[in-house]
């Protein structure tokens, strides 16, 4: 185990699977206490009995739909009632839903550019207070490649989507500005093809849509939440301090041609 994060205190939303979860590991395993936040408490549970297992580390489950300014203002308490302070925040939450434009209703648009854009805005704005009383910390956000480019085999794109993570991106430079008078990285990093279950009903590490993925890809392989994982650590990490208002692309070359 790597102590690069020694006594730090992480909160990270959307943690109870996924990319979300192999963030939680590589933290914990690097030392942090980590706080799993997740609209479902079972699947924070099972993460936080995954870092205890592995690592030995202490964390914490909490419920919260990052749309819901109580819920969040809770889990910030509740993290800090039970480790004295907090140092980074990752900003991980998010979904997508598969419509074309000519099928996407304006409830998918609300959904969608809720939680992925204004639940990052929502969950910093209320970590602000928390990183003013440190004069310390360090914020990453998930965004994706699609920020910079649609992905669309069949011709259809998901431009609600798009335009959230898009979004990600200008306020991950807006926000490293702002915390920046509270000695505050801001960063975002730019996943391509990780096969988890965010993708509803699709299969990215098998068949056409694999061969597809593997088409544009310079490293040969769908990349995995332990590499997103070990990109976090490094943008929230001491090796990272002069770095702040970027976004990293994770995405084995994809963005390359």
Do not use: C
């Amino acid at each position: 185990m790597s102590r690069t994060h020694e006594n730090k205190v992480a909160l990270i939303t959307g943690a109870g699977s996924g990319i979300g979860r192999g963030i939680a590991l590589r933290l914990a395993s690097d030392g942090a206490r980590v706080a799993v936040v997740d609209l479902h408490i079972e699947s924070a549970k099972e993460t936080v009995a995954l870092i205890e297992s592995q690592y030995g580390t202490p964390a914490l489950a909490l419920e919260a739909d990052v749309r819901d300014r109580a819920a969040v203002s809770a889990a910030f308490e509740a993290t800090v009632a039970e480790w004295g302070r907090f140092d980074y925040l990752v900003n991980n939450a998010g979904l997508i839903t598969m419509s074309s434009l000519e099928n996407l209703t304006d409830e998918e648009w609300d959904l969608v550019l809720d939680v992925n854009l204004k639940g990052m805005f929502i969950v910093t704005q209320i970590a602000t207070p928390y990183f003013r009383d440190g004069n310390s910390g360090a914020v990453v956000n998930l965004s994706t490649v699609e920020a910079d480019v649609v992905v669309s085999s069949q011709g259809f794109a998901q431009v609600h989507y798009n335009a959230s993570k898009g979004g990600v991106k200008m306020l991950t430079k807006a926000l490293a500005v702002e915390l920046s008078r509270y000695n505050v990285r801001v960063n975002a990093i730019a996943p391509g093809p990780v096969p988890t279950a965010f993708l509803p009903g699709i299969d990215v590490s098998s068949g056409e849509v694999l061969d597809f993925m593997k088409s544009r890809l310079l490293v040969p392989r769908v990349g995995r939440p332990e590499d997103m994982g070990a990109a976090v650590s490094f943008l929230l990490s001491d090796d990272a301090s002069y770095i702040s208002g970027v976004q990293l692309p994770v995405d084995g070359g994809w963005l390359a041609r």
